[in-house]
């Protein structure tokens, strides 16, 4: 995809290659040298002016400009594949460097370098003279050379310059704010809060919300006037230069612009008119991120009197950090009341609602496209006041509704796009990317890192950080400027999820073109889709459902993709024509019903991704698997492969793995020589290896915060004490957070300290008699016993002999607890016999009333935060805790146990 603004930067990308040495000596191999120097010069021309024409699509001779540029993205995606085949001929020549038999196999098969020299000279001249044709049409547009960085910062200037605020607004027009008003009142009023000398409430939120309105209400409400000497607006935006920033403020203070004055002496004026003063300052629209220039500000804001106070508005939360002393207050959008409020009063003339009802079906119809912002409703509400018909309200809504946020003078996307704007343009690809995914689409983090990977958006700062962690701090970007919102978390899994707004994706929609598209549905076998196979340069399809022959049919014309996601494909087999896209680098095949991976899965060379989490009929790796040198990451959790695939050892680029087999191939010391940084794994020990102590002994499990462990030997069952020394060397991370351990057949577990545990799961473990101390772990939350037959009590009272009590027992945390299938279990407490313990063993548990009563001085089993409760087929356990102790219950299920 080559998002709007950013054709410069591949261009650039590509200039960078051909200056590599690395890049030129391939070329040497290759005989295309002189090729590529001139396709070298003709690019640094043309990029030289694409600055100007992405400028001038929308202006006079407009058509020609966006059919040049189109003809120039054409010839840019060529170059890509171009150097990607470039870059695999490279790779294959490394791993043949010394072995003659390999280079004779390769000699003779389809990827034979004479064929492929042939190939590339031809393409390369191809694109080469495609380029010169489009330097030589280049001249009848008239481009300007331009500093494309400097443009971009003039033509922001620009944009800002219409959004310049004031102070004024009309109170009985805003709808839906008066609680955000008052809490921001409120704190502008908190005495406690005057006593300090700046107070600064940064507002945040997404671009056109109704950060400025709510600014002006509180602004121009009587109470806050009435509490400062002083009231003051000004409105700063896409201002980075100090001075620029001082004469804003200036201005505000003194109604006056000297452009001629030096910064001393606004500074000085500043000072004078604030000195001693209780003072309301609004900086609205505030976009500079540099904590230097701020904290310069803040030291000439405090000259004013305690209680003075600074509103801040902004998009970005990062801006909120670097000024806020009091947490941000973020404005969310209108309710669904609030939106259809407004809406009537733009659109619905008086009386047009109770003569024809229809207009407040369709009207809530449309209230709904604009998502609950403020301004959508207001251009929509003003388009449609002038159409008095039902049938025109209808045509609005199915034809022009989209269209409507897209043109006119009142036009929403381009106050919306300020945000894409303002971005780096490595930014700008990644968020048109999004594009492609559906509206209301909850995608993770990790996925849309390494489909960005896939596409090459990624170009880290500094060599120190992976490919994995500048996507992460790109995304944190996006994140930070409210590109990405609806932050859901489940719970006690850690999965988090995020999504665009309805708006925000329309943005992304506009900003991408028509360069990607979202395929949803089903294409069925026999149904040809024209749209597809005209589009041979796709590079991800992420969103699409196809059979067997109708990937038969089109995956051929598809020889560009970097991406391809099959999620829950219902076929037997994969086709082999995926064999044959060795451009792909993100492969995600999760819920599929495929019954083994063929072996081309393995000829994929420069696939960095391969997801097969929950492909439950897999059993059998593809030979060469480990040949996937460029492998990073690796998901087959739910898969029934009982080892790991031969040669595992030499996939050294691997730094993603939620799943890892103990087996006849790898032992557990394997792992520890990948530097993986993923935060959750699963081992499971499917054979019991001669070496299994020192192994263990072998590996860290480092900064892994998620860990399950499954014992899982069907063959042969290992000693119970050989089983405990084990898992006793085995040195878990300090900061793990979610512990599972299933089928250990030892009888006790190690003293791991692990004080971070926030999520515990025990099961299976059918000969264990005891278990660690969870009342030693402060934020445990959910504990889920099961299956554990020889256990009698859950864990030990710690009395000591002395008779005195070690801890009072808080499970001040714990909100989850789950015991079930535990036959013999008597009770939660089980205390040893110490010599001359004058103290007698409980003979039921501390969920008994009776043992609460006996225990009430030396110990307190409490669960104050505990809500759903599960006890089931424990039959010797006694269950009769007093509700005090329970004060959160709120689910309780008990069966077959003692009553």
Known sequence: MAAEGVLVDIASKFLGYLAQSAFQEVSSWWGVKGDLKKFEQSLSLIRARVTDAEK???????????????????????????????????????????????????????????????????????????????????DGLHLSVCDHRGE???????????????????????????????????????????????????????????????????????????????????????????????????RCFTDNDHQSR??????????????????????????????????????????????SKIIVTA???????????????????????????????????????????????????????CANVPLAIRVIGSLLYSKDSEQEWLLFREAHLSKTKMTGENDIMPVLKL????????????????????????????????????????????????????????????????????????????????????????????????????????????????????MRKMRSIVNAKFSSPCLREMIPFFQSLRALSLVRFAESTLPDCIGRLRRLRYLNLEHGRMKCLPNFIAELECLQTLNLDDCCYLKRWPRGFS????????????????????????????????????GKVSGLDTLGALDLKGDYVEIDFCKCRIDSVGETRRVNMKDNQRLKLNFCMKEETPKSGDMELMLECLILPPNLEELSIGGYSGERFPTWMLPNLVTVKIYNCKSCVQLPQ?????????????????????????????????SATHFTALEFLYIRKMPKLKGWFWRPRVKDDVHPVPQQAAMTSDVHQDLTSHRLLSFPRLSTLYILDCPQFVVSMPLTLLPRLEEFHAQNIHE
């Open 419 to 534: 945000s894409y704007d303002f971005l780096p343009s490595p930014l700008k690809q990644c968020f048109a990317y999004c594009s492609l995914f559906p509206k209301d689409y909850e995608f993770k983090k990790t996925e849309l890192v390494q489909l960005w990977m896939a596409q090459g958006y990624i170009e880290p700062s500094q060599e120190s950080l992976s490919l994995e962690d500048a996507g992460g701090l790109y995304f944190l970007e996006l994140q930070r400027r409210n590109l990405f919102q609806d932050v859901k978390e489940v719970a006690l899994t850690g999965r988090v999820t995020y999504k665009m707004h309805d708006l925000v994706h329309d943005l992304a929609l506009h900003v991408a073109g028509l360069e990607e598209k979202t395929f949803e549905g089903s294409f069925e076998e026999g149904r040809s889709s024209s749209s597809l196979l005209t």
């Open 627 to 662: 040949n996937l040198a460029n492998l990073r990451h690796l998901r087959f959790q739910g898969c029934e492969f009982r080892d790991m695939p031969s040669g595992f050892e030499k996939m050294k680029s691997l730094i993603e793995l939620n799943k890892f087999i103990v």
């Open 774 to 806: 969870f009342s030693q772990l402060p934020f445990l939350k959910w504990l889920d016993l099961s299956n554990l037959e020889a256990l009698e009590y859950i864990e030990e009272d710690g009395w000591g002999g002395d008779g005195e009590s070690c």
């Open 56 to 138: 001038h699509q929308e202006g006079e001779n407009s058509a020609a400009i966006k059919e040049w540029l189109r003809r120039l993205r054409a010839v840019l995606y060529r170059a890509d594949d171009l150097f990607d085949d470039l870059y695999i001929a490279q790779q294959r020549k490394k791993r043949t460097k010394g072995d003659m038999a390999k280079k004779v196999r390769l000699l003779f098969s389809s990827s034979s370098p004479v064929l492929f020299n042939i190939e590339l000279a031809r393409e390369l001249k191809s694109i080469r003279q495609d380029l010169d044709d489009i330097k030589s049409d280049m």
């Open 315 to 369: 998009r970005s939360n990062v801006v909120a950090e670097v000024v806020g002393t009091v947490p941000t207050y973020k404005i969310g959008f209108l309710t669904d009341g609030a939106s259809w409020e407004l809406f009537k009063r733009l659109a619905l003339k008086e009386g047009q609602e109770e003569d024809n009802p229809n207009f407040t079906k369709i009207g809530k119809e449309i209230v709904d496209r």
């Open 152 to 250: 971009s910062r003039l033509q922001m200037a620009r944009l800002m310059s219409k959004r310049e605020t004031t102070s004024f607004v009309q109170p009985d027009e805003v709808v839906g704010r008066e609680g955000d008003k008052d809490a921001i009142i409120s704190m502008l009023l908190d005495p406690v809060l005057d006593e300090q000398s700046i107070f600064v409430i940064p507002i945040v939120g997404f671009g056109d919300i109704g950060k400025t309105t709510l600014a002006q209400l509180v602004f121009n409400d009587e109470r806050v006037k009435h509490h400062f000497e002083l009231t003051k607006w000004a409105c700063v935006p896409m201002i980075d230069d100090h001075k620029e920033f001082m004469r804003k403020v200036f």
């Open 262 to 307: 030096s910064l001393e002496e606004l500074q000085s004026c500043i000072r004078t008119s604030i000195e001693n003063k209780k003072y309301l300052l609004v900086l609205d629209d505030m976009w500079d991120e540099s904590r230097d220039r701020w904290l310069s500000l803040m030291s000439l804001f405090r000259c004013g009197s305690k209680g």
